[in-house]
């Protein structure tokens, strides 16, 4: 099943980057995009397994955003954010990624992110590791954040009040000082290069549980942590992260953010 999925989310996504990038509609904001790609993506993902597996349940991007509910429960829940990168895909800018995380009892089992056009599949399972392609993944084993590239989005909210923390942060954090901080423009992406190594660790405030979930578990079982930006447990709800490859390198970081509460994916839909 999956060989085949993944054959066909390939060739839809290249074919798409080639003929179709049109951007459908926006979301949360006017650059919050979605392409007839991302729903396509979705839905057969969501087929495909639904054939395997009828009882378990999803929390999709594209589904939430039609109003399905976002709650993640004990039950066995894929959590799948078709096009990570969708701003990047309208302008073929090369990273863009489908992530996949799959959860019991509100717990990653495992984890597949994969790079489309650097063709890399990353993935990690509970207590067996992370790979790229088949090849172990083990984080960066630096201490010293000025020794250090840090990742980071912005998202797409442009509140006043969000935007004048984030840059606060990013002033703060540049001047420690890091010797980079770089944008993938897809938190799965972030992710797998804290993961890979090549990026000692990954925040942001704004995301959403589909585009970490997979990721959070490639960082951990590549020997990484999670952090909450405030500095306690991370609660992929809450959207906001820290993927980090060491608990300094993650504390270190707490210091220098303002942080902020996005609502929560699984607050309670505003009454109609
Ligand atoms: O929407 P999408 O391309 O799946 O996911 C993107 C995330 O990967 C990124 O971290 C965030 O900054 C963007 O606003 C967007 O949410
Ligand atoms: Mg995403
Ligand atoms: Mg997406």
Not at 150 to 159: H, V
Not at 182 to 198: E, P
Not at 232 to 252: F, H, K, P, Q, Y
Request: net charge negative; proline share 4%.
């Amino acid at each position: 099943m999956y060989v085949c999925m993944y054959v066909c989310i390939d060739q839809m996504v290249r074919e798409a980057l080639r003929d179709d990038r049109k951007v459908m509609m926006t979301k949360s904001s006017s650059i919050d995009l979605v392409t007839q790609t991302d729903q396509k993506v979705e839905q057969l993902i969501i087929k495909s397994v639904k054939e395997k597996f009828p009882t378990h349940r999803f929390i999709g991007e594209e589904s939430v955003a039609a109003g399905e509910p976002c709650d993640l429960t004990d039950f066995p829940t894929w959590i799948i954010d078709p096009i990570d990168g969708t701003t990047n895909f309208v302008h073929a800018f090369p990273f863009v990624a489908v992530s996949i995380g799959f959860c019991v009892n509100k717990q990653c089992e495992f984890g597949v992110v994969y790079s489309c056009l650097q063709d890399q599949m990353f993935t990690a399972r509970r207590g067996r590791g992370a790979f790229c392609n088949g090849e172990p993944l083990q984080v960066s084993t630096e201490e010293d954040i000025s020794r250090s590239i840090i990742a980071t989005e912005f998202g797409s909210n442009r509140e006043t009040e969000a935007i004048d923390r984030m840059f606060s942060s990013l002033r703060k954090i540049v001047c420690i000082p890091v010797q980079g901080v770089r944008s993938a423009g897809s938190a799965a992406v972030n992710m797998c290069l804290v993961a890979s190594g090549c990026v000692e660790a990954y925040y942001e405030i704004g995301i959403h549980v589909w585009d970490v979930a997979a990721g959070s578990l490639l960082v951990t079982e590549a020997g990484g942590v999670l952090m909450d930006v405030e500095g306690g447990v991370v609660d992929l709800m809450s959207r906001r992260i820290i993927a980090a490859n060491n608990r300094t390198l993650a504390e270190r970081i707490v210091k220098e953010i303002d942080s902020f509460s996005p609502t929560r994916d699984d607050a309670p839909l505003p009454k109609q």
